[in-house]
């Protein structure tokens, strides 16, 4: 596994956080996935590539930084 932490500026609530944490799940239903609303921050334990799952946040509205 390896462990992606990504800054989600426009995470603004607990929606926010449920809806990219879903996002995350559905995609990689093994992944660990930790949010911290006030620092925008998201880290996955993931199999996955680093480039899906940053087009995964995208495509439901949210800006990636690394």
Not at 24 to 53: N, R, S, Y
């Amino acid at each position: 596994m390896t462990t992606l932490r990504l800054i989600i500026p426009d995470m603004a609530c607990g929606a926010c956080v449920d809806t990219i944490t879903k996002t995350l799940q559905d995609l990689d239903p093994i992944a660990k996935v930790a949010t911290d609303l006030k620092t925008k921050q998201v880290e996955i334990q993931t199999t996955l590539e680093q480039t899906l799952i940053i087009e995964a946040i995208q495509k439901v509205g949210y800006t990636v930084h690394l």
